[in-house]
């Protein structure tokens, strides 16, 4: 299980919602690739960074910043936000990131999600933020009918390799996460799963590795470093 920590933009700067809300934002620095490099030399062997103003509008307007990061780190680098047409997706592989996230695009539109999968394989994620289950959509501010658990199994039985899954409800947080939630998209055959929302301490990080899931590939983390309550160069020795 790898760490992942996260970079969420907003206007330019690195932030964090409290349950998605774009109400209660705090800011934690001015410069996303500053930030980046620091993670990067405190040892995390993957970023993920979202365009928060891309999921929120679909306008990517901080693409620049993102296709600057992962050109000058050495690590691996994930993106989501706003990530909705091929030729976004070509953009931002073709600039050397690593793996697009998709999200309220292939909610109702799996035809689209087959041709990704068909062009880039395990490049492709997609990101399932459920609240109460059932997956939101456009920045978290709409809650679709879908429930996460369907949509992951139908994903996984088109070839999808790389889900995300968020607990809405946990996000920024700081309260643990959702580990039957977790469990839930574990279960599912052939999917990595990256978990995402409510990671505070080192016993959280314990507690998901005590699952023993073989597809459980990492964790992402994002208050808990900005605020301290994990210690992140502990974090990474421990997975």
Partial sequence: MLILPAIDIKDGKVVRLFKG?????TEYGTDPLDMAKRWQDL??????VVD???????????????????KE???????????????????????????????TRVVGDCDFLAMLLKKWD???AVSLDCSNGFVAQRGWVETSTVKGIDLARQ?????????????IARDGTLSGPNIDG??????????????????????DIRALLALKASNLWGVITGKAIYEGTLDIKKAFALC
């Avoid at 994903?155 to 607990?167: N, Q, R, S």
Wanted: without cysteine.
């Fill in 73 to 103: 780190l050495t690590i691996p680098v994930e993106t989501g936000g706003g990530i909705r047409s091929i030729d976004v997706v070509d953009n931002y592989l073709s600039a050397g990131i690593a793996r697009v996230i998709l999200g």
């Fill in 182 to 203: 977790l469990k839930e998209i574990l279960a599912v055959d052939g999917l990595n799963v990256i978990a995402s929302g409510g990671v505070k301490s080192l016993d």
């Fill in 21 to 25: 809300q774009f109400d209660q934002m």
């Fill in 155 to 167: 994903f996984a039985a088109m070839g999808l390799k790389y889900v995300i899954y968020t607990d």
């Fill in 122 to 124: 395990d490049q492709i």
């Fill in 43 to 48: 040892g995390a062997p993957f970023l993920h």
């Fill in 52 to 70: 928060l103003d891309g999921a929120e509008s679909g306008e990517r307007r901080n693409q620049q910043v993102i296709k600057r990061i992962a």
